[in-house]
């Protein structure tokens, strides 16, 4: 069984200038020990669906509904707001992408810390006071016992994202969500907070689901990816099949929107034509057709569902939404012999 399943989930905000599809049947599964990354642009729904797990969502305007939403076997869904609690932050712990308002302005760094402890473990206010010392040393936080007593507004951006790091692994939880848990960190401490996560990952089993931008994490860091747009999972698959040989045209364009070592330094980064749609006013068809170059007639007025192929190479099950998939799948194993299948993500390169 696994530890976190999510089947059919959908969010909608009901807004004064229209309902806002935020995520729309999203499927995720988790295992214990696993690391699952969660990539796409800004607005796709990555942080709602979080959220929505977390049952952290305002509701009104938020709704939420799915088919089934089972951590352990519980079901999230039907939990009263007293069950959440003792989940939340000692089972299944959050770290929030903007720190500066996670944190309550009001309370010193230590009393948001310890009441962690406190709450969900038992522990004193000095043996707590102790263990989030450490806890902010092992995050690489400069004079720990100092910073105990210092407001958030004291502290850098990323002072506070290692306090909130700090705060969401106290307790060791099963599930972390983490949501651009590096953003503000220079990479020198980016690499101690990864392999901080690794290192409790491997001695608890705990499960990770990073969300980030950054698919330079996403590789070192994940065992399987999904790509969202416009509030669906457009391409799921193992990180080393997507990277290599990507199903979907809007993952392709994501990584040619990446500069690699040996790309040329003078020519101009890929970037991906056109915005992401309005998501009170969808497209009838396909979300991302109108800035595909792959696109063909159906996809303006059929929408594809995640179906399953395999890959070409690995004959790994992994799932795409895309009419062309299995036209690309089929180029890509007919390149030339190599596992390294970069297509021009602007269509160029299609069969």
Do not use: W
Not at 146 to 168: F, K, T
């Amino acid at each position: 069984m696994a530890l976190l399943e999510v089947r059919n989930l959908r969010v909608r905000f009901e807004m004064y200038h229209g309902t806002v599809l935020a995520v729309n049947g999203v499927d995720i599964t988790l295992e214990e020990g696993e690391t699952l990354g969660l990539v796409g642009e800004s607005g796709s729904g990555k942080s709602v669906t979080n959220l929505a797990f977390m049952g952290l969502l305002p509701t009104p305007p938020a709704v939420v509904a799915a088919d089934a939403m089972h951590f352990e076997g519980r079901d999230l869904m039907r939990l009263s707001e007293s069950e959440l609690r003792a989940i939340r932050g000692n089972e299944i712990s959050m770290i929030f992408q903007d720190p500066m308002t996670s944190l309550n302005p009001l309370l010193t760094i230590g009393r948001q810390l310890t009441e962690v402890l406190e709450v969900h473990k038992g522990m004193t206010r000095r043996a707590a006071r102790k263990a989030c010392a450490a806890s902010l040393e092992d995050v690489g936080m400069p004079n720990p016992e100092a910073r105990l007593d210092q407001y958030p507004h004291e502290l850098s951006g990323g002072l506070r994202q290692r306090v909130m790091i700090a705060m969401a692994l106290l307790c060791q939880p099963k599930i972390l969500l983490a949501d651009e848990p590096t953003t503000a960190l220079d990479v020198t401490i980016q690499a101690q907070i990864l392999e901080l996560m690794k290192d409790i990952q491997a001695k608890t089993g705990m499960a990770i689901l990073l969300v980030t931008h950054d698919l330079g994490v996403i590789a070192g860091m994940a065992e399987r990816v999904n790509v969202m747009y416009a509030g669906r999972l457009v391409e799921t698959a193992s990180t080393g099949a997507l990277f290599a040989r990507p199903l979907h045209p809007y993952t392709r364009g994501l990584l040619s929107s990446v500069p690699t070592l040996d790309s040329d330094p003078d020519a101009e980064l890929y970037t991906i034509p056109g915005q992401p749609p309005d998501l009170v006013d969808l497209p009838a068809g396909c979300a991302f057709h109108a800035r595909c170059g792959f696109a063909v007639d159906r996809c303006r007025d059929e929408l594809p569902d995640l179906e399953r192929h395999t890959d070409p190479v690995t004959s790994e099950a992994r799932f795409s939404a895309c009419f062309e998939s299995k036209n690309l799948a089929a180029f890509v194993k007919n390149a030339a012999g190599t596992d390294d299948a970069t297509v021009d993500a602007t269509g160029g390169g299609r069969p």
